[in-house]
């Protein structure tokens, strides 16, 4: 059951071949078979049991939609009402969420089955789910390595069959790597298509939350129930959702492909590389060309980046201060006390990080200098990816500079794990569409292919990942002992 796809599971379940009460336990058990992984912060095992009885009464009445019964599972930064949503922070270990995302509602509507909260980064801070207060995720592939990351409980259980599908979010690059690192398909929607009410926030002009599933028809399906308008979230865009699994078929005759020289110089592994050309090739041969492209603001997105989101940061966490809700400090002597020492205990190393760079960018005699400064360099590289998108279709490129790295080798040098994400940060700083889709292995591990596309060319970019995954079969492969 658990090598199914969701279309698969849907006929399925429909025809009675087993129940999604059945199904759900049979995901149950493999969490509880597989729980080394560290995937799961909470299993919702009761509450999924409810649910897919829930589900099947839908199914015998023939009121179900495509998800209604499926086992999917949430990133623990969506909340959840009634649920332990802490994302990944010690600041947030004892809060229960007395409301739902909208995303969260989206799929109780659409009767799918939550299996619980995935791991992650500490308030989706980053790159290799080593932040995360409960512990390191570890990657299926190789479990000595790391599942990428913020999303990385997600990718793991996706690649792990520990779930059908999961959530995730993506600030800079926190669905497509982890997504490239675990060797699954992970979709970061444009800005603005996906609700961000009830997502806890770390950036909020970044944030968007997307689908990670096995496939590229798996990840239509899932972004069909997620995204849409919401007129709680004040960055949500107000245009008509399509019907993404429409144009999974149509032709690639014709298409134009971007490579920018950026993207291929110094500092990309010779074997990622390598890999990433043999897979450019099989869309030469589905009919598409390929030119290259320059991107010239490329090399000024991580020290933007790295201006803009922690000055978010900063001003998005200082709700969490031991007053309303989390973590409060024991005994606190005055006012100050709880603050600084709730802040200074419930918040995680890395964190505490980017709260002060953000503050210090933010601060008097620094706002013009560093905060003004990148938010102009933000423009410059939109307008760059405006130029080449208007010459081109898609973009395409590398995930991630190389392969999973071991557990603990970048931990301690917060540069060279920032520069994990060199390939993705800028999708998010223009706000576009990317998505990252099983394309080889290199030194037996996964490596992703990046597409970029205009803004709400979704489909475009669905429609491109599903016809390579009808001649490849990179993503229906499974890490061994997972299978």
């Known amino acids: 059951m658990h090598n199914k796809s969701i279309t698969e599971l849907a006929k399925s379940l429909r025809s009675g071949e087993f129940s999604s009460v059945e199904l759900t336990q049979a995901f149950l058990d493999r969490i509880n078979q597989h729980s080394a992984l560290n995937a799961y912060i909470t299993v919702t095992e009761e509450r999924a049991l409810e649910q897919a009885q829930q589900a099947d009464v839908r199914l015998a009445a023939g009121d179900a939609e495509l998800l209604t019964g499926i086992p999917f599972a949430q990133k623990d930064i969506f909340c959840t009402q009634n649920v332990k949503t802490s994302c990944g922070s010690k600041m947030l270990d004892n809060f229960i969420a007395p409301y739902n995302a909208t995303v969260v509602e989206k799929f109780n509507q659409a009767g799918a089955v939550m299996l619980g909260k995935l791991n992650m980064d500490e308030f989706a801070m980053g790159s290799s789910n080593e932040t995360s207060y409960y512990g390191a995720v570890r990657n299926p592939w190789d479990t000595n390595t790391v599942p990428g990351g913020s999303s990385g409980g997600s990718a793991a259980a996706v690649a792990a069959k520990l779930a059908v599908c999961a959530t995730g979010t993506d600030t800079g690059g926190s669905i497509r790597q982890p997504a490239a690192l675990c060797g699954i398909t992970g979709l970061k929607p444009t800005y603005g298509r996906v609700s961000r009410y009830g997502m806890i926030a770390y950036a909020s002009s970044l944030d968007q939350g997307g689908p990670m599933t096995r496939s590229a028809e798996d990840a239509a399906i899932m972004l069909q129930t997620m995204a849409g308008f919401d007129e709680k979230d004040s960055t949500s865009v107000d245009l008509p959702v399509p019907d993404y699994r429409i144009g999974l078929t149509n032709s690639l005759e014709g298409l ?193 292919l990046q597409i970029i596309g205009n803004y709400f060319a979704e489909a475009k970019l669905l429609n491109i990942a599903h016809l390579y995954q009808q001649v490849t079969d990179w993503h229906t492969q499974s890490p061994k002992g997972f299978e």
């Open 256 to 448: 134009k492909i971007g490579l920018p020289k950026e993207f291929f110089g110094e500092g990309l592994n010779s074997d990622v590389a390598a890999t990433l050309e043999a897979a450019i090739n099989e869309y030469r041969k589905l009919g598409a060309t390929v030119t290259e492209i320059s991107m010239p603001s490329f090399k000024l997105a991580i020290p933007a980046y790295y201006v803009i989101a922690p000055a978010e940061c900063s001003a998005n966490l200082s709700r969490f201060d031991g007053v309303r809700f989390g973590y409060r400090c024991e005994n606190p002597v005055d006012l100050t006390d709880l603050y600084t020492r709730s802040r200074g205990e419930g918040f995680g190393k890395e964190v505490k990080r980017r709260i002060l760079m953000g503050t210090y960018a933010l601060s008097t005699g620094y706002y013009d200098a560093y905060y003004i400064k990148a938010q102009k360099i933000r423009r410059v590289i939109s307008e760059d990816f405006k130029k080449a998108l208007s010459e081109v279709d898609v973009i395409m490129g590398p995930v991630t500079p190389s392969t999973a790295f071991g557990i603990g080798e970048k931990i301690a040098n917060p540069v060279e794990m920032y520069l994990s994400d060199i390939y993705t940060i800028a999708i998010n700083l223009a706000g576009v569409p990317a998505m990252s889709i099983p394309a080889g292995f290199a030194n037996n591990l996964p490596v992703g």
